[in-house]
T-cell receptor
Framework: NAGVTQTPKFQVLKTGQSMTLQCAQD?????MSWYRQDPGMGLRLIHY???????DQGEVPNGYNVSRSTTEDFPLRLLSAAPSQTSVYFC??????????????FGQGTRLTVV | GQQVMQIPQYQHVQEGEDFTTYCNSS?????IQWYKQRPGGHPVFLIQ?????EVKKQKRLTFQFGEAKKNSPLHITATQTTDVGTYFC??????FGAGTRLTVKP
C-alpha cells in the first residue's frame, strides 16, 4: 500500500493562477480532508469529505474548492491563487466516515508558494 | 465551534529532562487524538483516548484524558533527541491545536 499520496511536493504559482493539488489514497478510506499548515497556527481544516459525492467546509474554506467523485481521490483546487495561500498543504484520510474517531493517515505534504 | 488549545507553544529541554504539553478544549470531547510531526515531515498518529480519566502509556510517553473530557496532557519522561518534533492534539471534529514544538539539547 502506498497510503496517502500527494502531488506535487513543491509548487510556485503567480498571483491569480489556478491549480489543483492532488491527493489519492489506496486504503479504501471513507473520510478524507485537506489542511493547511502555517507557522504558529498548527493545522487548519480547509474541506473534508465523508464519502464519495459528499464534501463540506472546514475552518478556512475560502479560496478553495474540492470534489470527491471517487473514494480514492480528493483534489483541492485553488481558483485564483493569492500570497495568503502560501502554505504547506496536507491531505489526510481515515477509515471511519465519522472522521476523527479512527487513526488518520497524512500525505507527505505540498509546499506551495504564491508570488 | 469547538476550539482546541495547546500550551506551551515551544519547549526546549535538556536531554533527560521531562516534558509536558497540555491540550484544552472549549467543549467536551468524545475522543482526543495525538500526533507527532518531525521537522520537515508530516503528522503521524500516536494514540487516541476515548474514556473519561483514561491513561495510556507508550514507552516513555504518558497520555491522559481528563475526567471532564476537556483536557489532555501528554507527558514524556527522560526526553531523548528522538523526541524532537511538534506534538499536536485533535478533537473529534478534526480541529487541531496549534501544537507544541519540542527541541532537545543533547
Amino acid at each position: 500500500n502506498a497510503g496517502v499520496t500527494q502531488t506535487p511536493k513543491f509548487q510556485v504559482l503567480k498571483t491569480g493562477q489556478s491549480m489543483t493539488l492532488q491527493c489519492a489514497q489506496d486504503m479504501n478510506h471513507e473520510y478524507m480532508s485537506w489542511y493547511r499548515q502555517d507557522p504558529g497556527m498548527g493545522l487548519r481544516l480547509i474541506h473534508y469529505s465523508v464519502g464519495a459525492g459528499i464534501t463540506d467546509q472546514g475552518e478556512v474554506p475560502n479560496g478553495y474548492n474540492v470534489s470527491r467523485s471517487t473514494t480514492e481521490d480528493f483534489p483541492l483546487r485553488l481558483l485564483s491563487a493569492a500570497p495568503s495561500q502560501t502554505s504547506v498543504y496536507f491531505c489526510a484520510s481515515s477509515y471511519s466516515s465519522q472522521g476523527w474517531d479512527t487513526e488518520a493517515f497524512f500525505g507527505q505534504g505540498t509546499r506551495l508558494t504564491v508570488v | 465551534g469547538q476550539q482546541v488549545m495547546q500550551i506551551p507553544q515551544y519547549q526546549h529541554v535538556q536531554e533527560g529532562e521531562d516534558f509536558t504539553t497540555y491540550c484544552n478544549s472549549s467543549t467536551t470531547l468524545s475522543n482526543i487524538q495525538w500526533y507527532k510531526q518531525r521537522p520537515g515531515g508530516h503528522p503521524v498518529f500516536l494514540i487516541q483516548l476515548v474514556k473519561s480519566g483514561e491513561v495510556k502509556k507508550q514507552k516513555r510517553l504518558t497520555f491522559q484524558f481528563g475526567e471532564a473530557k476537556k483536557n489532555s496532557p501528554l507527558h514524556i519522561t527522560a526526553t531523548q533527541t528522538t523526541d524532537v518534533g511538534t506534538y499536536f492534539c485533535a478533537g473529534q471534529s478534526g480541529r487541531f491545536g496549534a501544537g507544541t514544538r519540542l527541541t532537545v539539547k543533547p
